[in-house]
Nanobody, 121 residues
Framework: QLQLVESGGGLVQPGGSLRLSCAAS????????IGWFRQAPGKEREGVSC???????IYADAVKGRFTISRDNAKNTVYLQMNSLKPEDTAVYYC???????????????WGQGTQVTVSS
């Protein structure tokens, strides 16, 4: 069974940090673009970051300088290190795998089930 599983979400105070993990099973992530997306209550899903198979990265303006995406192909896992978290970062975070550049997702691409991140004092 092909799947992506996110972990690492939770409750954190403003200014804190979390590291999300996205582990793949049933397929290798080596040749895929892996993206992190998030969806807050009442809002549309938005792209957060994307990493290519060779390690090139892009970030949404809202998270530049605070979030870092990385991949460990040996562990078949992609990470999202989130620092200086703000209440507006609160959302369900999803990882996704696609063969399309810049993580332009399409029907048939792989999605995880999501992990909740809540930033609150």
């Amino acid at each position: 069974q092909l799947q992506l599983v996110e972990s690492g979400g939770g409750l954190v105070q403003p200014g804190g940090s979390l590291r999300l993990s996205c582990a793949a099973s049933g397929f290798t992530l080596d040749y895929y673009y892996i993206g992190w997306f998030r969806q807050a209550p009442g809002k549309e899903r938005e792209g957060v970051s994307c990493i290519s198979s060779n390690g090139s990265t892009i970030y949404a303006d809202a998270v530049k300088g605070r979030f870092t995406i990385s991949r460990d192909n040996a562990k078949n896992t992609v990470y999202l290190q989130m620092n200086s978290l703000k209440p507006e970062d609160t959302a369900v975070y999803y990882c996704a795998a696609t063969v399309r550049a810049m993580c332009i997702m399409a029907v048939g691409d792989y999605w995880g089930q999501g992990t909740q991140v809540t930033v609150s004092s």
